[in-house]
């Protein structure tokens, strides 16, 4: 998620052994705003799994859509 940082936004990430769900569970305990799932079909397609914390919208986009998107939420200050 090397694209994230560079365009400024904070990013971390989840690489303890718990399993996928539990992952998800608990980034969406903690309110975060976007959850985004990278696995082995999504590296291939250079896709992530966005998920949004707000309206539980679950989508497949590109690595560069999603930057600029959360780039335009950003400096509007939508987030």
């Given at each position: 998620m090397?694209?994230?940082?560079?365009?400024?936004?904070?990013?971390?990430?989840?690489?303890?052994?718990?399993?996928?769900?539990?992952?998800i569970r608990n980034a969406e305990k903690s309110y975060i705003n976007y959850i985004l799932v990278v696995g082995e079909q999504e590296e291939k397609a250079e896709t992530v799994n966005?998920?949004?914390y707000k309206t539980k919208e679950q989508n497949e986009v590109k690595v560069d859509e999603i930057v600029k998107s959360l780039q335009e939420e950003v400096s509007e200050r939508r987030l």
């Amino acid at each position: 998620m090397s694209e994230l940082k560079e365009a400024g936004i904070r990013v971390s990430i989840d690489d303890s052994t718990d399993g996928l769900n539990k992952k998800i569970r608990n980034a969406e305990k903690s309110y975060i705003n976007y959850i985004l799932v990278v696995g082995e079909q999504e590296e291939k397609a250079e896709t992530v799994n966005v998920r949004n914390y707000k309206t539980k919208e679950q989508n497949e986009v590109k690595v560069d859509e999603i930057v600029k998107s959360l780039q335009e939420e950003v400096s509007e200050r939508r987030l």
